[in-house]
């Protein structure tokens, strides 16, 4: 998140700091630990989980998300983050209310909390949300009533934070649906082309020379607004293409050989062409949007979009990595001397 350098936002309670979550990452997230991390008193970026689901695994997750946490700016010219505030957030299961939910949580918090003591890092506070309520489970591991978030009424964070030129943090739904795949009769198309590609070349492998070619001329399609879509038989041909690594990794430097628009609405409609059964070819696209919109300074879409290519595929190793760089945060200059240096092993 940034901040215009005339601007600062002071937290001074946990109310506050409950309320400020969604500008800190950026977006309204759903089932996670977030670590809103601070450096000499003053913000520097925020770390999102996946929430465990199972409570046997909660110790392995403490102490793994500590550790990669507290230690993620060696060799970055950074220190060790001073304090790093805690949040958890789940929803109820039905017939459930948010206090059932800080009550659940509440030894994981505690888990949390030694894990990141035995880094030497404070951990000052710690909040659960849930059911737009939160709940200061810094010490009390026996959560009373919650506290109600502002709902039409912005309070004092909301305020500061607009006075500051920050946007209202959209809600994770609103930004998973942009990258979502498409349905309806364009699935059923595009369905029937990547099962014949995938038939015609059960390796799915194309020519790099054909693939760079293919996704230069699409870039140039998407330089134009009104272009929403591609014909699908290279549709499939480009996403068979993306699977291919060096290709993938090619295909970073298109937003400086185009423009970062186009290339931005290539893989986001790339993205929403892997369509059941193929989603997993969703993967490359989808890293390729997150270096596109870290571009134009979006870091919640591109986190978002990262997530669900790690989830797609597990094994792959750079949007795994990036994961990893966003939380630094890595800058743009950065992130496009790794797109020129990849485009440079062609």
């Known amino acids: 998140m940034s901040h215009p350098e005339s601007e600062t936002v002071r937290l001074h309670t946990p109310a506050d700091l409950a309320e400020a979550l969604p500008y800190l990452l950026g977006y309204e997230p759903r089932t996670s630990v977030v670590a809103a991390i601070f450096h000499d008193g003053r913000f520097t970026c925020a770390a999102r989980l996946d929430l465990p689901p199972a409570e046997p695994a909660w110790f392995d997750f403490a102490a793994e998300a500590a550790r990669a946490i507290a230690t993620q700016f060696d060799g970055q010219n950074a220190p060790t983050p001073d304090c790093v505030v805690l949040y958890l957030l789940d929803e109820p299961a039905p017939g459930q209310s948010g206090r059932t939910v800080a009550t659940r949580l509440a030894p994981l918090a505690g888990l949390l909390r030694a894990a990141f003591t035995h880094h030497r890092v404070i951990v000052p506070l710690t909040l659960c949300i849930s059911t737009n309520q939160w709940w200061d489970m810094t010490r009390d591991i026996t959560p009373g009533p919650g506290t109600p978030l502002p709902d039409t009424t912005p309070g004092p964070a909301t305020v500061a934070f607009t006075v500051a030129g920050e946007l ?58 009104a272009t929403t879509a591609l014909p699908p038989a290279d549709t499939a041909a480009l996403l068979h293409a993306l699977n291919d690594r060096l290709i993938r990794d090619w295909a970073m430097s298109l937003p400086d050989t185009h423009t970062n628009a186009a290339s931005r609405r290539l893989f986001t409609y790339l993205a929403t062409a892997a369509v059941d059964p193929h989603e997993a070819l969703a993967c490359a696209p989808l890293t390729l949007l997150a270096v596109s919109a870290w571009y134009d300074d979006d870091q919640a879409l591109a986190r978002l979009a990262l997530r669900r290519a790690c989830r797609l595929d597990p094994a792959a190793q750079l949007p795994a990595l990036l994961r990893e760089a966003f939380n630094l945060p890595i800058t743009v200059q950065q992130l496009k001397e790794l797109a020129q240096a990849a485009r440079s092993t062609d």
Request: avoid cysteine; proline fraction near 10%; glycine fraction near 2%.
């Open 168 to 225: 209202p943090a959209p809600s994770e739904d609103t930004l998973t649906t942009t990258f979502a795949p498409v349905t309806g009769h364009a699935a059923d198309t595009l369905r029937t082309a990547l099962d014949t590609s995938t038939s015609d070349n059960p390796r799915s492998t194309v020519r790099p020379a054909t693939a760079h070619t293919l996704l230069e001329q699409a870039a140039s399609a998407f330089a134009d607004p």
